[in-house]
Structures are given as structure tokens and as C-alpha cells.
């Protein structure tokens, strides 16, 4: 896994599980372009379904 990915991960992971100011669709989507711009078109689908399993994980 890239630096960069893991980066935007922790970030993501953040505020999809402790910080409930922001959407959890924000955060994906955001993280998404994030890996998109600075990873590549492979690592947004990678982070997309790494967040997509941890907001599986959160009550609604």
C-alpha cells in the first residue's frame, strides 16, 4: 500500500468513525478524489472500498 493511500485512509477513517460533523458520503467521496489525484485511478476504487466497508461498520 502506498504512503499516500494509507494517508488518506487514517484521514477518511477519522472523521467517518469520530468526527460526525462530516457526511460520511463527503468523506469518501473527498478521499476518493484525493487517492485519484495524487495515487491514481487505480487507488481511488482501492480506497472507495476500504471506507466502504468501514461505514458498513457504523451504526446509522
Known sequence: MAKVDRIILR???YEIV???DVP??????ESIELAK???GEEAGRFVNGVLGKIAE???S
Open 37 to 39: 489525484t495524487f495515487s
Open 57 to 59: 461498520g457504523i451504526p
Open 11 to 13: 484521514i477518511a477513517a
Open 18 to 20: 469520530v468526527a460526525h
Open 24 to 29: 460520511v458520503k463527503a468523506a469518501i467521496n
